[in-house]
């Protein structure tokens, strides 16, 4: 090893506010070079604002064998008034060169040749076996669910679908999700997915264990790992294989009349999205939001669209319109059902197995803060988060491409068939149609809109024209 490494080193192994220690020099060393580094990453949410300060929170050194280092980092990243912690992986070899992206590297003046290890296989092993193993390292907790037996010694490979977290696949059995932006109490995603377990929901693949630790005072949760379905098709990818064919027809047939019409499977997701809630709903409880609670709701909404739009320009000649249907929501009539739901559904979070649709991720928005998280929690707001999706997979071809009025008609024309064949499949399930209650539904969609232009804004500026032509359509002709 070099000397300014050194795996295991007194000091370093300990999930602490302030480094200080041989190794300290590294984990300094590292938080300076993250400011250029991070805007580099998908999953990093801040894209939209100017890193400001990168500081260390936590440092533990996990044990992975002789010569080399793992290191798990936790850093508050600010900008400007925001302060988020992000959980890192930092792995180095003395003798041999990882095998990982370039991109993964994180250059360092003076210092030794350090990465990001979610990568490299020869290190991420270490963290299923630490699971399987039920193992503490300096207040990280590493666990099996109840009644999990977890077969150890698997090589982990990162996913390369778009995602907000690193997900990593241990020998086609299971998946590790590491959160990357780090909120406090034990992460929503757990949360349901246990709840639903308990409910023996056939609709959610098992979680098997966790990583968890402390940060600041408060529990929190740095991994969730489950069963990986191998024999799994993602809805995102069978979506838009659907719309790029129906777009490559050139006859002028409806979607329903051709070979790869979608709507058969859109149906089934809107009977298994209502089987969800009925889950939820059996597992936590469900309860009666009142008329306040609606209009503190519309006002939510309605901040969120203000802070958007100041941070979006392309946003604020919307904006009247929109906040027009926000505040309508306050005159919806009471009581609405308010329940424990998904949060942030969209066609990416569900797969499709032999066994039938099932929902992933039940963390919520990535990038909406806690008390945003927990503006009231209707089912309607994951219908409409899949009705938007709709959208996305109807117009994410013609991103980037010359307009063409033929085919911006016939991706319209996809969508609101298949919006409309996951609304009939939701209401068969759960006995009423999400459509009856068109006020709200459309002021959900709205509110998920806005959210995806900061989302786009921050993350994928080429598709911010997705979610504005979206807004376009739902505030001049209403649906
Ligand atoms: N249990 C699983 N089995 C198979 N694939 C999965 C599983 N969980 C996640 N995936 C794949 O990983 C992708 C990202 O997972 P997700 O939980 O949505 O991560 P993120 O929160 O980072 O968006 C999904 O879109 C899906 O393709
Ligand atoms: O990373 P997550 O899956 O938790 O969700 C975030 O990223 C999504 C994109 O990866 C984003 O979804 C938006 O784009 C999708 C197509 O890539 C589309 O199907 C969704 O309808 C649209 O909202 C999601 O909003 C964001 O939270």
Not at 183 to 207: C, F, M, W, Y
Not at 399 to 424: I, K, M, P, S, Y
């Amino acid at each position: 090893m070099t000397s300014d490494i050194t795996p295991g080193s007194p000091g370093v192994g300990s999930h602490r506010a302030e480094p200080a220690g041989p190794q300290d020099d590294l984990v300094t060393q590292i938080a300076a070079a993250l400011p250029e580094w991070l805007p580099t990453q998908r999953w990093f949410g801040g894209k939209d604002r100017e890193i400001t300060a990168v500081r260390p929170l936590a440092a533990t050194d996990l044990p992975a064998g002789d010569d080399v280092l793992l290191l798990h980092l936790v850093v508050e990243v600010e900008q400007g008034d925001r302060r988020e912690p992000y959980q890192l992986l930092i792995g180095h070899r003395d003798d041999q060169v990882p095998d990982v992206p370039a991109s993964a590297s994180i250059p360092l003046p003076d210092g030794p040749a350090v990465y990001e290890a979610s990568g490299d296989a020869d290190l991420t092993c270490h963290l299923l076996d630490l699971i399987a193993g039920s193992t503490t390292v300096d207040g990280l907790h590493f666990a099996p669910e109840p009644g999990a037996e977890l077969e150890s010694g698997l090589r982990g490979h990162p996913i390369s679908t778009e995602q907000s977290n690193t997900s990593i696949v241990y020998g086609g059995q299971y998946i590790l999700k590491l959160f990357r932006r780090l909120t406090p109490g034990t992460n929503k995603d757990l949360v349901l997915h246990r709840a639903l377990r308990e409910v023996q929901s056939a609709h959610i693949a098992d979680p098997l264990g966790s990583i968890s630790g402390e940060l600041a005072g408060d529990s929190v949760t740095f991994g969730m790992l489950q069963r990986f379905m191998s024999d799994a098709a993602d809805g995102w990818v069978m979506a838009t294989t659907s719309v790029r064919d129906f777009l490559a027809d050139a006859s002028d047939l409806p979607p329903g009349d051709l070979g790869g019409d979608f709507s058969g499977e859109a149906y089934r997701l809107g009977r298994a999205v209502a089987d969800v809630h009925a889950d939820l709903a059996r597992a936590l409880g469900t309860r009666e939001a009142d008329a306040a609670e609606l209009a503190a709701t519309a006002s939510a909404m309605v901040e969120r669209l203000e802070r958007v739009a100041a941070s979006v320009p392309e946003l604020a000649p919307h904006a009247d319109g929109i906040s027009d249907v926000f505040r309508a929501v306050a005159e919806v009539p009471t009581p609405v059902t308010a329940q424990s739901v998904h949060g942030d559904l969209h066609l990416g979070q569900v797969l499709r197995t032999l066994q039938g649709w099932l929902l992933l991720d039940f963390e919520g928005e990535p990038a909406a803060d806690v008390a945003e998280r927990a503006t009231l929690r209707s089912p309607l707001r994951d219908v409409a988060g899949m009705l938007r999706s709709f959208d996305y997979a109807a117009q994410q071809l013609l991103v980037g491409q010359a307009e063409d009025e033929r085919e911006a008609e016939r991706a319209a024309a996809w969508a609101r068939h298949n919006r409309a064949a996951f609304c009939d499949g939701y209401a068969k399930v759960a006995g009423h149609d999400p459509r009856d209650q068109a006020a709200l539904l459309r002021a959900f969609e709205l509110d998920k809109a806005v959210y995806e232009v900061a989302y786009e804004h921050a993350n994928r500026p080429d598709w911010l024209l997705v979610p504005l032509a979206s807004i376009d359509r739902l505030t001049t002709e209403g649906s």
